[in-house]
């Protein structure tokens, strides 16, 4: 009914139990539903919070992050596939024609899964940025041929794009930013980007 009306359809809980989650995200080419999980584990029952953002402790230490991938082929009853990029930890990421795009944070790098065969996700390269930045956001451009990131800490980073190359790493070709503030997320939309 939208966007004149909405209909509650169901609440569901991933699989492993846990309800903890920082993004999901629906690949409009595939129907695929990718689920961003700070863990697969059990959450731990004391430690040191590893992000500013306390959530993030919730879901387990540093290496615990993982993404989940749903078939909508019946959107009402999202069918779970499988789990990627488990032991690395996983902030953010998007899923765009077949690509999965991932910022892993504290670990300052970047990666780009192939998940056209959903059920066996292979990493096509991961990247890194300077040691003690925060690898907060990725998106790619429509056309698949470069990426826009942003990091989070330290703070008045500028956006960066890069021109992807296959399995090589990318090349940085520009970056910027508005005023004195920290780009925090980039959405990649025709020949624009949107920030906040």
């Given at each position: 009914?939208?966007?004149?009306?909405?209909?509650?359809?169901?609440?569901?809980?991933?699989?492993?139990?846990r309800?903890?989650?920082h993004?999901?995200?629906?690949d409009?080419?595939?129907?695929l539903?990718y689920?961003?999980?700070?863990?697969?584990?059990?959450?731990?029952?004391?430690?040191?919070?590893?992000?500013?953002?306390?959530?993030?402790?919730?879901?387990?230490?540093?290496?615990?992050?993982?993404?989940?991938?749903?078939?909508?082929?019946?959107?009402?009853?999202?069918?779970?596939?499988?789990?990627?990029?488990?032991n690395?930890?996983?902030?953010d990421?998007?899923?765009?024609?077949?690509?999965?795009?991932?910022?892993?944070?504290?670990?300052?790098?970047?990666?780009?899964?192939?998940?056209?065969?959903?059920?066996?996700?292979?990493?096509?390269?991961?990247?890194n940025?300077?040691?003690?930045?925060?690898?907060?956001?990725?998106?790619?451009?429509?056309?698949?041929?470069?990426?826009?990131t942003?990091?989070?800490i330290?703070?008045?980073?500028?956006?960066?794009?890069?021109?992807?190359?296959?399995?090589?790493?990318?090349?940085a070709?520009?970056?910027?930013?508005?005023?004195?503030?920290?780009?925090?997320?980039?959405?990649?939309?025709?020949?624009?980007?949107?920030?906040?």
């Amino acid at each position: 009914g939208l966007p004149n009306s909405v209909r509650f359809v169901r609440a569901m809980t991933p699989r492993d139990g846990r309800l903890n989650a920082h993004t999901v995200d629906i690949d409009p080419a595939t129907g695929l539903l990718y689920l961003q999980r700070y863990s697969s584990q059990p959450a731990p029952t004391a430690g040191p919070t590893f992000h500013h953002d306390p959530e993030d402790a919730l879901g387990g230490g540093p290496n615990d992050g993982s993404v989940d991938i749903y078939t909508l082929a019946d959107p009402e009853n999202p069918a779970y596939l499988t789990t990627f990029n488990q032991n690395i930890y996983v902030h953010d990421m998007t899923a765009r024609g077949g690509y999965c795009y991932v910022a892993e944070g504290t670990h300052n790098s970047y990666s780009i899964w192939d998940v056209r065969d959903p059920l066996h996700p292979a990493r096509v390269i991961r990247w890194n940025v300077a040691s003690g930045h925060f690898a907060h956001n990725i998106w790619p451009s429509p056309d698949g041929a470069y990426v826009v990131t942003t990091e989070e800490i330290p703070e008045g980073l500028p956006a960066r794009i890069w021109q992807l190359n296959g399995a090589s790493t990318p090349t940085a070709i520009s970056q910027f930013k508005q005023g004195t503030g920290t780009p925090h997320n980039a959405i990649w939309l025709g020949n624009r980007i949107y920030f906040s």
